[in-house]
């Protein structure tokens, strides 16, 4: 069953294909916050929504649901080290737990009170810490589970183990280097992205086990995951994220496919239309 989830996903490198990057132009506003280890750029006006994009990936990788969901006041995070944006306070040491606690840092300098908060693959992590730390209005996970080496069908000694080789190969060899260049190079999103902070946020996941704290969360919840055309696999796949999610009291479940892990990309039309009845009072 978990080996369906590998095949299909290849969460977390496949998960570079995001299409992400720095939005440049048009109505980017700069929040009045400087940070070594996120960016964030503001879109739109109206209801605020926190944006958490995933491993390697920027904020382009909302793009297309902005523009088929209007009215809101869109809040990008750009974790630094991935998708061109310098690795800074990233580069070493520990990962998810400082970006959590940045992301909620930055939320209380841009005034925002229990915003709607998004996040994809590790962006979901994210999206649920800041849950647990109560500055969630609502809270919707995208195609990720509450225990992070789950998602690659491992444990969290083997995932740590995958991280560190990782590392050593695209930072240490030629080869790795060169393979590193040319997965980047077929993903536009993930340009750009610094191998270390990658290995870094791999290390962090493999040890971030959320489902025991999930009936903390005191704010509505949505979990959105990817199914294939496959539908024995599709049931797997529901059952695994019903039972990861049990905890949660009221917690609604969306499968969407066929689709691959970057939902918002294969099934674009369909994640706007659940987006904007998550959005909806």
């Not at 440049?24 to 506003?29: E, I, P, Q, T």
């Not at 998004?118 to 649920?128: E, K, R």
């Not at 996970?141 to 050593?168: H, I, K, N, R, W």
Request: aromatic share 4%; charged share 15%.
């Amino acid at each position: 069953m978990m080996a369906g989830l590998v095949d299909r996903r290849t969460l977390l490198l496949s998960g570079m294909a995001a299409a992400g990057g720095v939005m440049l132009g048009g109505a980017a506003l700069a929040a009045p916050f400087t940070s070594r280890r996120i960016a964030v750029t503001v879109r739109g006006t109206g209801r605020d929504v926190v944006l958490i994009a995933g491993l390697a990936s920027g904020p382009g990788l909302w793009n297309g649901l902005m523009a088929a969901v209007p009215g809101c006041r869109w809040h990008l995070v750009h974790v630094r080290g991935f998708a061109g944006l310098a690795a800074d306070a990233n580069a070493s040491g520990p990962l998810v737990q400082p970006l959590a606690d940045e992301v909620a840092r930055y939320m209380g300098a841009a005034g925002l009170e229990r915003p709607a908060i998004i996040g994809h693959s590790m962006g979901g992590t994210l999206a649920m810490m800041l849950g647990l730390k109560g500055l969630a209005g609502r809270l919707m996970v995208v195609d990720m589970l509450p225990e992070g080496a789950a998602m690659v069908g491992g444990t969290a000694q083997g995932m740590g183990y995958l991280a560190d080789q990782l590392s050593q190969y695209f930072t240490g060899t030629k080869a790795g280097r060169t393979y590193l260049a040319q997965i980047l190079a077929q993903a536009p999103g993930a340009k750009g992205s610094d191998p270390d902070v990658i290995a870094n946020a791999l290390r962090d996941l493999a040890s971030i086990d959320l489902e025991p704290q999930l009936g903390r969360i005191a704010a509505p919840m949505e979990v959105v995951y990817a199914v294939g055309a496959d539908p024995t696999q599709a049931n797997a796949i529901g059952r695994t994220f019903r039972a990861a999610y049990a905890a949660k009291k009221g917690v609604r479940l969306v499968p969407i496919g066929p689709s691959g892990h970057v939902v918002m990309a294969d099934q674009p039309a369909r994640f706007a239309t659940v987006v904007r009845d998550f959005l909806s009072p």
